[in-house]
């Protein structure tokens, strides 16, 4: 079968088109055909070496060819024999291992059913993008109906799904975001939308006064969190669901050790959230989806052949909603 291989860590032009092995699922896994797939800041990362401890092993144990990609739709193949949930010929999405390929394995308690009004594309969008805002707002938000929600970083795949999905559990919605998303993030239910080229939403605006939030949800910010506190009602919550790669392992050890601190000394509660691939977790957004509260933005699409120039162009960080991978046609 046809992947995208790459050996050790580096730019995207480590990402090469082979022929490999197809794989066989063990009892528990699904064998599926791919027929879209959609790139994660997660594939980014570890293509790169990042967190750290990604490169330290391959610089101690020689690396071996990987296939990058998690998110996936497409149908299934052949099933182990411990699959309950699934038969031969499903339409399913969700996540995987190696989805940049024309076959992947998925574990039976990642994946659930395609509905048939959503395409592939579509439906390879959600999973981890979908999960981490879901996750972020209900879980670590802990959103409420009414209450004022900023989401920082709405033009990207989290935010686009975080936008809606806070839309749908009756929230007061701020987007911030670049000038060339501003309409977009009104279409897809944004309350008020601002443009970060112009106004920085941490600072007091002309007539003195700093507007806080109940909730924000930080998307591939860049402001440290001391920043996002002065926008924070004194008993808000502020979820780190990632940060500018510039300073994301800054953001991440900032969460992780005044996180705490802050949340015992203060009304201000900090966290940080990150995808937990969850079958209900898929139903809530499939549901969503089909009751017509969830749509997912796709920026862009490429064949399997260019996924380098796709992660490369990923990697400019200013995609509006995510970038998939079109793999099989019907």
């Known amino acids: 079968m046809n992947a995208i291989v790459y050996t ?27 027929h879209a797939a959609a790139l ?19 610089w101690l144990v020689k690396p071996k060819p990987k296939i990058p990609g998690v998110d996936l739709a ?36 990642t994946l659930v059913l395609k509905p048939a009004s959503v395409t592939f594309e579509a439906a390879a969008a959600v999973s981890v993008a979908g999960l981490t805002a879901l996750q972020g707002l209900r879980d670590r938000g802990e959103i409420k109906p009414g209450q004022k929600v900023l989401i920082h970083g709405a033009g990207g795949g989290v935010g686009t799904f975080a936008v809606q999905i806070a839309k749908s559990f009756g929230a007061e919605v701020t987007a911030v975001c670049g000038t060339h998303n501003l309409e977009m993030a009104r279409s897809i239910g944004a309350d008020h939308v601002i443009d970060y080229t112009k ?44 940060a500018a790669k510039s300073r994301l392992l ?30 209900e977790d898929l139903r809530f957004l499939n549901e969503l989806i089909e009751n017509g509260k969830l749509k997912p933005v796709i920026d862009r699409q490429y064949p399997l052949s260019e996924a380098a120039e796709a992660m490369r162009y990923f990697e400019e960080w200013h995609s509006r909603g995510k970038v998939i991978i079109s793999v099989a046609k019907e």
């Open 40 to 58: 994660n800041a997660l594939d980014s990362h570890i293509m790169r070496g990042v967190p750290f401890i990604n490169g330290l092993i391959d």
């Open 8 to 34: 050790g860590h580096g730019s995207p032009d480590i990402l090469q088109l082979k022929e490999v092995e197809k794989p066989r699922p063990q009892e528990n896994q699904l064998l599926i055909k791919v």
């Open 250 to 279: 800054k953001a991440m050890l900032q969460v992780m050790l005044l996180g705490p601190v802050i949340s015992k000394t203060s009304g201000q509660k900090i966290r940080f959230v990150g995808a937990k691939v969850k079958e």
């Open 199 to 242: 106004e920085d939403f941490t600072q007091s605006g002309p007539d003195g006064h700093q507007k806080q939030y109940d909730l924000i949800l930080s998307v591939n910010g860049y402001h440290p969190v001391s920043a996002h506190r002065r926008a924070l009602k004194p008993n808000g919550i502020l979820v780190m669901a990632g």
């Open 74 to 109: 497409g149908r299934v193949e052949a099933i182990g024999g411990k699959v309950t949930r699934f038969k031969v010929g499903d339409e399913v999405f969700g996540s995987g291992r190696g989805a940049l390929a024309e076959y992947a394995l998925s574990p039976e308690r």
